[in-house]
């Protein structure tokens, strides 16, 4: 018999669940592929490069 909703009930993109819930002996690690990352920190890289430059 197949349930209308998978473990643990509703799907929520925001929360990490796991059967049994975690334990604090096993380290876990969460990989995940960014969707229309945004690129910070650009001007302080071109403000670094450009006073180098002058100098």
Request: glycine content about 10%; overall charge positive.
């Amino acid at each position: 018999m197949r349930r209308e909703n998978p473990f643990p009930g509703t799907l929520d993109p925001t929360r990490i669940c796991l059967r049994g819930g975690f334990d604090p002996n096993y380290l876990y690690e969460l990989t995940y592929v960014a969707r229309d990352p945004r690129v910070m920190g650009l001007g302080l890289a071109a403000l670094r490069d450009t006073l180098s430059f002058f100098r």
